[in-house]
């Protein structure tokens, strides 16, 4: 499929990654278009859509994902719905092998000080897809997407990378909320702030380091480059919530590639206020899960944020009701596209968004099968493609 978006035509691909092996889905995989900045990464399907101007359909797309081997398929092969196979390293390589560095805190410190050297330190603008769902218990309340250009200061700078909005649709059916959940709603902010390494003051900070232990785990491999995995966890007496998960390390140049990790919610109160700043009285909230994923890739020898994903979920206590409410925040944010740039930030002031701003409903969007156009978006995974469907006929009916 092909059709014309602005100054240049664009084809559509679209298809399905699985692993070679048990056929099953691979989620977070990473599609990039040879020789650009243009990508993709598939959803909790495996699926992936994939917008592509005309110029660069001689060229081959390379499909990655951490644990498989490359992939690299000519763009003019692909058409729709095309199923793309990876296949499955086994690493041999066990912890005691590693020799960077035999201390697995060490090496972790190592990484972080890296970013001066290794991660992009040129003022990037990048344009990203960013979506967020809100379920009270398994029904959808609320859908929200949206086109936003991400303004990332260098990794060398203590400076705050800034956010303005490009295009966004809504739908939140405010019956199916109460006015707790809505102040659950996180905003692009929230999955900028999972880049661990342009933020450590989030889960990292110089005084946590110490209340964790970190271990070395079985090694893996993202094509032909080893990768080092440290587990990490907060040690036993440390009593306030910490964070624990696992730190994917390039063997070769110590960068962070890939991040996943949960906070310790065992103890309500504590957990709880990491998230709730202000609550009636009469209600009691706190977190049941709180898992978080963040990836990076390289590009002309310089790692930089792609992707992230925040799952969230809540009990919310009203005294005096029979029952609890459980809520869901689901986020994820992929970068698509991005360019070196001297672009200022007084120059595009007016569209810049808070970090606490939550997007405004906009549910025209949703009547528009083409409302994205030329933009990159992560294909919606069959939960929220029936949710979308809803809205439609929804919209048809009024």
Not at 175 to 197: C, E, H, M, V, W
Request: hydrophobic share 35%; with cysteine.
């Amino acid at each position: 499929m092909s059709y014309a978006q602005g100054e240049e035509a664009v084809k559509e691909i679209t298809g399905l990654v699985i692993d070679a092996e048990t056929h099953e889905p691979l989620m977070f995989s990473d599609l990039v278009i040879n020789g650009s900045n243009i990508s993709t990464v598939s959803n909790s399907d495996g699926e992936f859509i994939l917008k592509i101007p005309i110029s660069y359909s001689e060229k081959n797309i390379t499909i990655s994902r951490l644990g498989y081997g490359k992939k690299f398929i000519p763009i003019s092969s692909i058409g729709r719905n095309y199923k793309i196979e990876l296949d499955p390293i086994l690493t041999q390589l066990q912890p005691v092998e590693i020799t960077a560095l035999k201390d697995a805190k060490a090496l972790f410190i190592e990484c972080l000080k890296n970013k001066h050297s290794i991660y992009n330190n040129d003022h990037t603008v990048m344009t990203a897809f960013y979506r967020e769902t809100i379920k009270k218990r398994r029904k959808n309340a609320s859908l929200s997407e949206a086109i936003v250009q991400i303004h990332k200061r260098p990794y060398n700078s203590t400076r705050q990378d800034a956010i303005n909005l490009i295009k966004a649709r809504k739908n939140t059916n405010y019956d199916r909320l109460d006015t707790i959940a809505l102040k659950l709603q996180g905003g692009p902010f929230s999955n900028l702030y999972t880049d661990i390494i342009k933020y450590p003051e989030y889960i990292f900070t110089e005084e946590d380091i110490p209340l964790y232990n970190f271990s070395y785990d079985k090694s893996t491999r993202n094509d032909n480059n080893l990768i080092y995995v440290i587990n990490f966890k907060q040690k036993p007496h440390i009593q306030a919530p910490l964070f624990y998960g696992k730190l994917y390390i390039d063997a070769k140049t110590l960068a962070l590639t890939s991040a996943v990790f949960s906070l310790n919610v065992e103890n309500k109160e504590l957990s709880s206020r990491m998230y709730v700043r202000k609550k009636p009285k009469k209600v009691d909230v706190y977190p049941t899960e709180a898992n978080y994923r963040v990836n990076y890739r390289t590009q002309n020898g310089k790692w930089y944020y792609s992707y992230s994903n925040i799952l969230l979920t809540f009990k919310v206590n009203w005294k005096g009701k029979l029952f609890n409410s459980t809520y869901t925040l689901n986020s994820e944010m992929a970068v698509t596209d991005w360019e070196v740039s001297n672009t200022k930030l007084a120059d595009i002031r007016q569209n810049i968004i808070r970090p606490n701003t939550i997007l405004t409903d906009k549910v025209s969007g949703f009547r528009d099968p083409e409302f994205w156009g030329k933009y990159n978006i992560i294909e919606p995974d069959k939960t929220i493609e029936t949710a979308i469907k809803k809205i439609q006929r929804q919209l048809n009916k009024s």
